[in-house]
Every structure is written in structure tokens, then in C-alpha cells.
């Protein structure tokens, strides 16, 4: 089908779009990529009636690494970070993003436009969430930086405020000696996941658990981060029993059924896949040591 | 209902092309309809099957998740823009004729576009890459076997090309 009727907005500075969207309040929507947002009015699920088209608003495309982490901002396409050699410095960005849809459509989508659509079985909300990180977002007259834990609010929903751009999303590093890892099963090759799993593994000298986490997709209203480390640790990460991670990590899910999978199903996923991905990301956190 | 339409000036094919549109008018359409460019196919107008699929700026998108005013002042190249100039298939064209990779053709604008950027960016691509290249493209008749039999033989065909034309050079230039 077509797009319902709109006002089209194509501001050219930062100001002029927060203006727009100040003014719009609740009837504005920011059109980023596309690639969720044009679905959404094709099928006519979405009607807004301002459409604010950010992409010749410029400054929005950086990614930019420090010390502390990568911030990725508004217009870098899934495809710019995916090759992007600043975003390397945190290969969860990569492991993650291979996953999301089709080349085609990360050379348009966004990773910031994916944290704001928050789709709880969408891969970059649950790698903002395993790592801890952050959305800065604008409106005429101020910013805020709201944390993940904050920001995801429910399935499609963020903190996001009418009026508001999300202008950057922060991930931040993790310490030395650790290593991830982001596996899932979906139906076809690109589509979203039945259910999946981010890790993140630390360990000490001796190459002991010290740390390790998991954020699960497809299983809950937003995604949800399981800390397994009294389940994992502080054995050596090369005998680590995962199953007693996985077993913590089923108990703390509440998926649900759907045409796709039962919910018993998708726990049971959950649990393979956790352990795939905490073995993984310890294996790869040896590999950083060695 | 008055909608408020909006210039756009779009290089197509190397052609610079104007349209006047409404702001909700995508990209697949103005190039079908504004345009009159129905090479660039429409099946399912929510980013699943990939018929729609053209060059932007010679990366591959979605036509049908795209709008024709976000798109005003860039570059496009559809299928019809794919030939030489003198209207000789290009190597993917030919590979895709060659190797039976079609039976309908609906689809096929979609995967002649996504693979020409692909195999550009990866002139000898692996079985997995090949693969990876094509599976966001539905095809419902062919099946993928011939279409990703037609990617190895475009890279080979473009490749020899190259060849060819490098040993042409040196001819010249001795
Ligand atoms: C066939 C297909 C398969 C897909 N598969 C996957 C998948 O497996 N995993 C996955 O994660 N995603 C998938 N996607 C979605 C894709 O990743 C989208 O690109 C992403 O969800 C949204 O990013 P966007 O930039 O395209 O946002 P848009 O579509 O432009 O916007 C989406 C929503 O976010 C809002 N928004 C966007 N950017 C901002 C901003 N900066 N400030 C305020 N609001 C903003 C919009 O108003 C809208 O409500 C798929 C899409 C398609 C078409
Ligand atoms: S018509 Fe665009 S992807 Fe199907
Ligand atoms: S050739 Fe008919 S859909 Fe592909």
C-alpha cells in the first residue's frame, strides 16, 4: 500500500529540525533510515501528520572512539558502523549488526533510529543494554542523556518525548581482558530473531570469571539483562559450568508464544544460545590475553 | 484533500530528471510513475522482497522505504541504467542470461542491481558471500541455485573483461 498523506519536513540545520519537532509536539514523527518508520505508513499502522526528514541535517553521521567507548551518531547507517574502523574497538557493534536484516537495508538504516524504534527482538537495544550505555537526545532548548536501563520502556516504546531527537547513542567499552559474542535463530537468514542472545565476558589474570552478562531479545517487552556471574564464576573461564548461566538465565526470562515459537520454546533457545554466546565471548576474551 | 508537492531533481541513469510529487510519494513510484522508469519492480512495498532494489549514490536500497523528496539531488541507477551506452549487457546481465537465472523476470531488476554493487565492492566473492549477497532478494520461481551460479559467472565475466582490457592497453601503449 502507500503512505497516508503528511506534511514533509526536510530541515538543513540541527536548530531548524528541533524547531520543526518542538512545533509538530506529539503529531511530528523524525524520519531516519526509513526502514521501519516507511513500512509502518506503507501498511498504514503509522499516521503522523509531520513527517521531520533529518537527513540533510548535517554533524548527525559521526562515530567517533575513545577511551571509554564508541558514540554513534543519529544518521551513521548500520553499514557505516558495521565497516566503520572506530566501531571495531567494540566488536559487539559488528558481531551484532551482521545480524540486522539485509546488507540493502543497513546501507539505510540507522543504529540510533533502531534504539528509538525499540523492537524487542531488534539486536542493537540488547547491545546498548548488555553494555550499559546511553541515547543522548535533543530538543529546542536542551539535551539529556538518558541510560539504557531508562530509555527502553516497552515493545516499541522509548523515553523519547514528542519534540525530542535522539542525536548520538554512546556504547561503552568494556575492561581489559574481556570478550562478547551475539548469536541467534531466526526463521530466515535477516529476519528477527525467535531469540537471541548478547554476552559479555571479563576475566582476571588467571583467566577467571570475573565478570559476565547476557542481554536476551524476542523474550520479553524490552530486552532483558541477565548478570550471571555468581552462576559462572570465579572458576577458570575454560571449565566454567555455562549450564548453571543458562539455567539462571531461563529462570529469569518470561517469553511468550507466538505463531513462530511456544514460549517454552523460545526459553529453551534462550539457554543454548546463552551458553553459545558466554562461551564465545570468554574464548574471545582469552584470545585478547593471549 | 490539497497535499503540498515539492520539486525533486534526480540524476537517473545519468540523466538529470524533475519531478513534482507529494512528500509521501516513494522513490519506486516516482521512478515508475513520475518517471516512467518501470524497470524497478514493486512486490511488496515493506522491504522483504527486494524487486524495488536501486543504486543510491551506487549503494543498493529499497526504492519502496525511500522517499522521492529524501532522495532530491542524488544519484540513481535502475535497471535500466545497467547496459553500456551502447546498450551491450553488463557482465551481471549477461552472467544472468547466461546461467538461467530468471523464468518470470519480476525479480530480477532487484538482484541485477543488488549484485552489480556487490560484486564491485567484491570481485571474487566466496559461496557464503555470494550467498549473503543475495539472500535479502526473494525470488519465487527461479530458485537461488541458477542466481548464485549467474554472481560467480559475473565475477569471472567481469574479471576476464579487466583481463582484456588491461592486455588492450598494454597493446596500445607498446
Ligand atoms: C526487511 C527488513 C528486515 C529487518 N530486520 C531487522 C532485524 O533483523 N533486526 C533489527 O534490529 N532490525 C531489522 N529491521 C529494521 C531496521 O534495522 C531499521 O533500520 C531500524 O529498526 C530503524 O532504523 P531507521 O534508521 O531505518 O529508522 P526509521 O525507520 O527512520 O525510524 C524508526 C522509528 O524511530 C524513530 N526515529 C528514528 N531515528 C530517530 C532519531 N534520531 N530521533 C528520534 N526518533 C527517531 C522514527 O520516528 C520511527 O518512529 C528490518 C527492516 C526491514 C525492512
Ligand atoms: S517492493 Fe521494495 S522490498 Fe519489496
Ligand atoms: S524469476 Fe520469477 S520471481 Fe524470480
Avoid at chain 1, 531488534?122 to 550499559?132: D, F, K, S, T
Avoid at chain 1, 582476571?204 to 541477565?226: I, K
Avoid at chain 1, 555455562?242 to 505463531?259: F, M, T
Amino acid at each position: 500500500m502507500k503512505p497516508p498523506p503528511f506534511d514533509y519536513h526536510g530541515p538543513v540545520t540541527l536548530g531548524e529540525a528541533l524547531d520543526v519537532l518542538a512545533e509538530a509536539g506529539p503529531d511530528g514523527k523524525v524520519l531516519a533510515g526509513g526502514q521501519s518508520l516507511i513500512p509502518l505508513l506503507n501498511m498504514r499502522l503509522a499516521a503522523p501528520a509531520h513527517i521531520v526528514d533529518v537527513n540533510r541535517v548535517p554533524g548527525l553521521d559521526g562515530i567517533e572512539a575513545g577511551q571509554d567507548g564508541v558514540r554513534v551518531g543519529a544518521l551513521a547507517r548500520h553499514a557505516a558502523v558495521e565497516r566503520s574502523p572506530e566501531a571495531a574497538a567494540l566488536p559487539l557493534l559488528r558481531q551484532a549488526l551482521r545480524l540486522v536484516a539485509h546488507p540493502v537495508i543497513r546501507n539505510r538504516g540507522t543504529v540510533v533510529g533502531s534504539l528509538v524504534h525499540a523492537d524487542p527482538s531488534a539486536e542493537m537495544p540488547a547491545v546498548l543494554a548488555l553494555l550499559g550505555g546511553s541515547v543522548r537526545l535533543a530538543a529546542r532548548g536542551g539535551e539529556r542523556e538518558v541510560a539504557a536501563a531508562d530509555f527502553f520502556t516497552g515493545p516499541m516504546e522509548s523515553a523519547l518525548r514528542p519534540g525530542e531527537l535522539a542525536v548520538s547513542a554512546f556504547f561503552p567499552a568494556l575492561p581489559g581482558r574481556s570478550g562478547t559474542a551475539f548469536h541467534e535463530v531466526s526463521r530466515r537468514h535477516g529476519d528477527y530473531a525467535v531469540a537471541g542472545v548478547a554476552a559479555a565476558v571479563t576475566l582476571d589474570e588467571d583467566l577467571r570469571v570475573t565478570a559476565a552478562r547476557v542481554a536476551c531479545v524476542s523474550v520479553g517487552p524490552v530486552p532483558v539483562v541477565v548478570d550471571v556471574t555468581t552462576a559462572c564464576g570465579p572458576r577458570p573461564a575454560g571449565s566454567a559450568g555455562w549450564e548453571a548461566a543458562a539455567a539462571a538465565v531461563r529462570d529469569r526470562i518470561e517469553p511468550e508464544g507466538d505463531i513462530h515459537a511456544t514460549a517454552d520454546y523460545r526459553r529453551h533457545l534462550t539457554g543454548v544460545l546463552a551458553v553459545r554466546a558466554l562461551r564465545d565471548a570468554a574464548a574471545a576474551a582469552h584470545g585478547e590475553e593471549a | 484533500m490539497n497535499e503540498t508537492r515539492h520539486r525533486v531533481t534526480l540524476k537517473v541513469n545519468g540523466v538529470v530528471r524533475e519531478a513534482t510529487v507529494p512528500g509521501r510519494r516513494l522513490l519506486s513510484d516516482c521512478l515508475r510513475h513520475d518517471l516512467g522508469l518501470t524497470g524497478t519492480h514493486v512486490g511488496c512495498e515493506h522491504g522483504v522482497c527486494g524487486a524495488c532494489t536501486v543504486l543510491l549514490d551506487g549503494e543498493p536500497v529499497r526504492s519502496c522505504l525511500m522517499f522521492a523528496v529524501t532522495a532530491d539531488g542524488h544519484e540513481i541507477t535502475t535497471v535500466e541504467g545497467l547496459a553500456r551506452g551502447d546498450g551491450e549487457p553488463s557482465p551481471v546481465q549477461r552472467a544472468f542470461s547466461e546461467c538461467h537465472a530468471l523464468q518470470c523476470g519480476f525479480c530480477t531488476p532487484g538482484f541485477l542491481c543488488a549484485v552489480t554493487a556487490f560484486l564491485r565492492d567484491n570481485p571474487a566473492p566466496s559461496e557464503e558471500e555470494a550467498l549473503e549477497a543475495v539472500s535479502g532478494n526473494l525470488c519465487r520461481c527461479t530458485g537461488y541455485q541458477n542466481i548464485l551460479k549467474a554472481v560467480h559467472r559475473a565475477a569471472e565475466i567481469q574479471a576476464s573483461e579487466i583481463q582484456a582490457a588491461e592486455i588492450q592497453a598494454e597493446e596500445g601503449g607498446a
